[in-house]
């Protein structure tokens, strides 16, 4: 892998899961093996859900990242402001309740 990477000055790791307090479980990996290698690191978490990748996010994601846009863990297409107003709700009520059914009606009623 360092003989691969080496010359890089950025990698950008796609991930289909997150493990919390982690990031990606690949990217994790990845960061060990080129311990000794000075390079910039992203982890993009795609897949959620099922959710396809299409070539307009990619192209948005590869030029964020050659820009300097890109935080060290990114989330492809996430509906950041859906996601707010889902943990607002939550932290409001403060009990386990139907957040994919909030979620589903905020997609809904919003576009």
Known sequence: MHAALGGSRQVVLLERALAVGIGGIVSANVRTALSGIQLDGHTVVAWLGGRAITKASLH???ADAIAG????LTFLDLD???MERELARMARNR???PSAENILRDVGSNR
Do not use: D, I, V
């Open 95 to 97: 009990r386990s309740g």
């Open 60 to 62: 948005r994601l590869f």
């Open 69 to 72: 846009r890109l935080e060290q």
């Open 80 to 82: 950041t402001e859906l």
